[in-house]
């Protein structure tokens, strides 16, 4: 994990996931399971609410969250 996605999920985890329904303080999980996300760091809708902007990302990390 780099500090910038260190920093992204720091800054996620103060508001809750829309997709996954994690509540602030909790890591965002793949829906059904109970599994993590690592990269990136909490899912685009989460990332989105948290005011966290980046370059598009790449279609193969859209489809593993």
């Known amino acids: ?38 990269n990136p760091a909490a899912h685009l809708a989460r990332l989105n609410d948290a005011g966290i902007t980046h370059a598009p990302l790449d279609t193969r990390e859209l489809r593993r969250g």
């Open 1 to 38: 994990m780099t500090p910038e996605d260190a920093a992204d999920r720091t800054r996620a985890l103060t508001v809750p996931c829309s997709y996954c329904h994690a509540m602030p303080g909790e890591l965002c999980v793949r829906k059904g399971t109970t599994d993590t996300l690592v």
